[in-house]
């Protein structure tokens, strides 16, 4: 343990301690307020915008996978979410490689080299 860690404890400890002497002011509202300082809120979001940004991935694999025909979307959607960084890379090299247009007739996106749309079958 650092000397800062310490001294960072015995600071809690004496808040806590000092909280606990004073009357009418309850310990929950003390341990929230020690919790604040320490940049709680901070915590709180980064682990939150990692789990919008896994989602919005799940959400553009699935897309993307539809897109170039691929038959196991749901199976590499779950597969990017179980192994999240490798997943993706394993599934960037292992699609159909291409550019994506828009279908003519149903206005999805499809593959430019595929013979039908695999979204509405025409050609
Ligand atoms: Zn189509």
Same mark, same amino acid.
Not at 8 to 25: C, F, K, M, N
Not at 103 to 122: T, Y
């Given at each position: 343990?650092?000397?800062?860690?310490?001294?960072?404890?015995?600071?809690?400890?004496?808040?806590?301690?000092?909280?606990?002497?004073?009357?009418? #002011?309850?310990?929950?509202?003390?341990?929230?307020?020690?919790?604040?300082?320490?940049?709680?809120?901070?915590?709180?979001?980064?682990?939150?915008?990692?789990?919008?940004?896994?989602?919005?991935?799940?959400?553009?694999?699935?897309? #993307?996978?539809?897109?170039?025909?691929?038959?196991?979307?749901?199976?590499?959607?779950?597969?990017?979410?179980?192994?999240?960084?490798?997943?993706?890379?394993?599934?960037?090299?292992?699609?159909?490689?291409?550019?994506?247009?828009?279908?003519?007739?149903?206005?999805?996106?499809?593959?430019?080299?595929?013979?039908?749309?695999?979204?509405?079958?025409?050609?």
């Amino acid at each position: 343990m650092t000397r800062a860690m310490s001294l960072g404890s015995v600071w809690l400890l004496s808040q806590a301690y000092l909280s606990a002497q004073r009357p009418g #002011d309850d310990a929950a509202n003390a341990a929230a307020g020690v919790l604040g300082c320490l940049g709680c809120g901070t915590f709180m979001l980064i682990p939150l915008v990692l789990f919008v940004v896994q989602i919005a991935i799940l959400i553009w694999v699935v897309k #993307d996978s539809k897109a170039r025909g691929m038959d196991g979307a749901v199976i590499w959607m779950i597969f990017v979410f179980l192994v999240p960084v490798i997943g993706l890379v394993i599934y960037f090299f292992s699609r159909p490689q291409g550019a994506l247009v828009k279908c003519a007739s149903c206005g999805n996106m499809r593959l430019q080299a595929s013979a039908k749309c695999p979204h509405c079958g025409n050609p």
